[in-house]
């Protein structure tokens, strides 16, 4: 069972540099999420997906983009990278029958944005 | 604004020292109140959903109870295998969005 999977697990960009961060589930959820930790902080919702093909901003869109082509895939785009956005991103997704809204996490990309 | 917030920051307790963690909120129509445990360098892990005041959750050492302001994580003689980071969440959004605290990280202290 590999639930949610995140790659890469770190990276490190430089200032202006793009990068598309993947994520990945194999539980057949329509619902997919991104997330953003800071040190010593909640985490915050960048974007979610309700199902292929239909994506919506959270609390902090800016700077990020996504897209969702298959149920299975919900990759993170950061164009223009910016120290600000150094953080631990986290993908999760959850289902909308049986037991609802339990979101089941990845083990998270660390990104540092020098 | 709805919002969430977690207290202590910080928690240091010695085996076998039961205390509680809070999680205060502020929602218009709580549609579901959760925790998780989140261990370093790993995605939060989920442990409890409460939906109603008075609702009692109980896992191992753990119980969650919910009032129409609070909820509580109580931890009944830990161990230090419970050291991690606690975080509740608010269910909101027509995609069920979760809002999260800012957590309180829990040493156990052999």
């Known amino acids: 069972n590999a639930g949610v999977t995140q790659t890469p697990k770190f990276r490190i960009l430089k200032i202006g540099q793009s990068m598309t961060l993947q994520c990945t589930q194999d539980?057949?959820?329509?619902?997919m999420y991104w997330y953003r930790q800071d040190p010593g902080m909640g985490l915050k919702l960048i974007y979610y997906s309700v199902g292929a093909g239909i994506t919506d901003k959270g609390e902090v869109p800016n700077g990020y983009n996504v897209s969702r082509s298959t149920t299975e895939d919900f990759p993170l785009r950061l164009e223009l990278a910016a120290p600000s956005q150094t953080s631990v991103y986290f993908c999760?997704?959850?289902?909308?029958?049986?037991?609802?809204?339990?979101?089941?996490f990845g083990a998270g990309t660390r990104l540092s944005v020098l | 604004e709805d919002q969430v917030t977690q207290s202590p920051e910080a928690l240091r307790l010695q085996e076998g020292e039961s205390s509680s963690l809070n999680c205060s909120y502020t929602?218009?129509?709580?549609?579901?109140l959760f925790w998780y445990r989140q261990d370093p360098g790993k995605g939060p892990e989920f442990l409890f959903t409460?939906?109603?005041a008075g609702e009692e959750k109980e896992k191992e050492r753990l119980k969650a109870t919910l009032t129409k302001k609070e909820s509580f994580l109580h931890i009944t003689a830990p161990k230090p295998e419970d050291s991690a980071t606690y975080l509740c969440a608010f269910l909101t959004g027509s995609a069920r969005q979760l809002t999260f605290g800012s957590g309180t990280q829990l040493t156990v202290l052999p």
């Open positions: 929602v218009s129509g709580l549609r579901g």
């Open positions: 539980m057949n959820h329509n619902y």
């Open positions: 999760a997704s959850s289902s909308t029958s049986g037991v609802g809204n339990i979101q089941y």
């Open positions: 409460l939906y109603s």
